[in-house]
């Protein structure tokens, strides 16, 4: 049997998730230096490719138009190799994520990295509500198989690190080498 780009199984997707200020983009750059995948930032995706439908005052953020978002990405995910860093994962298509994981901080950290971002109290507030709930891991758990999503705590470098280190052993040992 002739070996095809078909039979050949593409390297995986990863999706970082979890409150703002959780680690999401810290790690998935790291993460995407150390396995030389691609980073896509999808707060940074809506705003350079205009996939948003204006900003919100209140939450003081762009309305993400998901529509758009999904049909820029959807030949990138298909090639595989790509770390995706965001704070919602339920309208991601479930075939483009090989593992989903949910970075969860304690609060007492939380509240001191939002309050450093200048954040407002109301979405100071908003965001440590979130994370007392778990609101994305109930939602990465809703959206997509249990064996692939994985919560890992993210409250300080050693945290970060030792997060790297694992998500690049699951990497690496999940794609396809020559």
């Not at 390297?11 to 993460?31: E, M």
């Not at 949910?102 to 109290?121: A, F, I, P």
């Not at 939602?139 to 280190?165: F, H, Q």
């Amino acid at each position: 049997m002739a070996q095809g780009d078909s039979d050949m199984k593409k390297k995986p997707n990863i999706l970082i998730t979890g409150t703002p200020g959780t680690g999401k983009t810290t790690t998935a750059s790291a993460l995407a230096e150390a396995t030389q995948f691609r980073h896509i930032n999808i707060g940074d995706l809506v705003k350079e490719k205009n996939l948003h439908d204006g900003w919100d005052d209140q939450f003081d953020c762009y309305i993400i138009n998901e529509d758009l978002v999904c049909d820029e990405l959807e030949d990138i995910m298909e090639e595989g190799g790509n770390i995706v860093d965001y704070h919602g994962c339920d309208f991601f298509p479930e075939r483009w994520f090989d593992q989903v994981v949910v970075l969860q901080t304690d609060n007492s950290v939380l509240y001191d990295r939002l309050s450093k971002r200048g954040y407002s109290e109301t979405k100071i507030s908003n965001n440590m509500e979130c994370e007392i709930f778990q609101v994305l891991l109930e939602e990465a758990k809703e959206s997509y198989p249990e064996g692939i999503v994985v919560a890992l705590r993210s409250d300080s470098i050693d945290d970060i690190t030792n997060n790297i280190a694992t998500l690049t052993h699951w990497l690496t040992t999940r794609q396809n080498v020559p």
